[in-house]
């Protein structure tokens, strides 16, 4: 479960919005670095990955994060739990980077042939696409990939059908099914019915 944190006595904002972190602790057992299970919304809050007593240099650290400092963190590796004091070794990771990050390590573990790298034709519609890409940041890597889209129209019966095309390599298209999987799940089957490998001529488009 995810503990959302509210952040009061925090710095002055200084951005028009503000942005979910998730935080991230380095673990005493095994050195790496584990979720904390807990979220924050910063409106002064780092573009990557940064500890919060980098942060909050020659600042006052809010409450909500210095009580983190104990917090046990249960490390997957050892199944034991252990405390970081050291608030420099306690991250903030705007979450979307988090997003990034699981729906890319979600997919390393299937098989792509890089030497023989097939290019996909990802076939989506415009509302569904719609929502898939507000869930990212323009610096999102998932962003990226689905601005690389193209609005085809196909005229059937007299009406004009709209339909986003993203043509992509196999590792991207599974990138694109693992956020449609999180973020817009009836997106799905529609995407494995409708797309294929690239051939249809159409016209289309910039997104």
């Known amino acids: ?6 952040i009061q006595d925090s710095t002055p904002p200084t951005r028009n919005r503000a942005v979910q972190y998730s935080l991230l ?5 095994c050195g790496a670095t584990h979720d904390m299970t807990v979220s924050v919304l910063l409106s002064d809050g780092p573009i990557e990955k940064q500890s919060i ?8 650290l809010p409450k909500s994060l210095a009580d983190l400092t104990n917090r046990g963190v249960s ?19 705007p979450a979307k980077l988090i997003t990034y990050s ?16 097939v290019q996909i034709l990802v076939d989506i519609s415009p509302e569904h696409y719609d929502r898939i890409l507000s ?6 890597p998932v962003y990226a990939i689905l601005k690389n889209g ?24 599974r990138i694109i099914l693992a956020a449609a999987e999180m973020y817009c799940p009836e997106a799905i089957a529609e995407i494995e019915e409708r797309s ?10 910039p997104v």
């Open 75 to 93: 490390c997957p590796k050892t199944g034991r739990q252990s405390i970081q004091k050291d608030k420099h070794q306690i991250f903030l990771v």
């Open 102 to 117: 699981r729906i890319a390590a979600s997919i390393w573990s299937l098989e792509i042939d890089s030497s023989n790298p």
């Open 1 to 6: 479960m995810q503990l959302k944190l509210g």
């Open 53 to 60: 007593g980098h942060l909050y240099s020659g600042k006052t």
């Open 25 to 29: 602790a380095l673990c005493n057992k």
């Open 150 to 173: 193209l609005v085809l129209h196909h005229f059937e019966a007299g009406n004009d059908i709209r339909t986003v095309e993203i043509l992509c390599d196999k590792f991207h298209a």
């Open 196 to 205: 294929d490998f690239p051939g249809r001529c159409t016209s289309s488009q």
């Open 135 to 140: 869930e990212f940041d323009e610096e999102s």
